[in-house]
């Protein structure tokens, strides 16, 4: 009787995180610079947005469905902005 009830919690436990659709992004770090175009100097204090969108497949093709994640950094006296490896 004990493992049946064990085993009817696991099957509910399975069966809610599927339902609540427990799905699990992640994105490699970014690394990049700011350059001024004309004189390919590096601009420090550059605000720098990285914007994780999900998107949903539709008739005449994918459309954006919601947010994920927004991340901003500041560019360093190099022009150097990095955003490290995520998990969403």
């Known amino acids: ?37 004309d004189t390919k100097k590096p601009i420090e204090g550059v605000i720098v947005v990285a914007n994780w969108q999900l998107h949903k497949s539709t008739i005449g093709g994918r459309i954006p469905a919601a947010h994920l994640n927004i991340m901003e950094t500041l560019t360093d006296k190099n022009g150097r902005f990095f955003f490290e490896k995520n998990q969403f």
Not at 4 to 27: D, E, H, M, P, Q
Request: with cysteine; glycine share 8%.
């Open 1 to 37: 009787m004990r493992i049946r009830i064990k085993a009817l919690i696991v099957g509910l436990v399975v069966v809610a995180f599927t339902l609540t659709g427990c799905t699990r992004y992640s994105a490699e770090p970014i690394e990049g610079w700011v350059i001024d175009a």
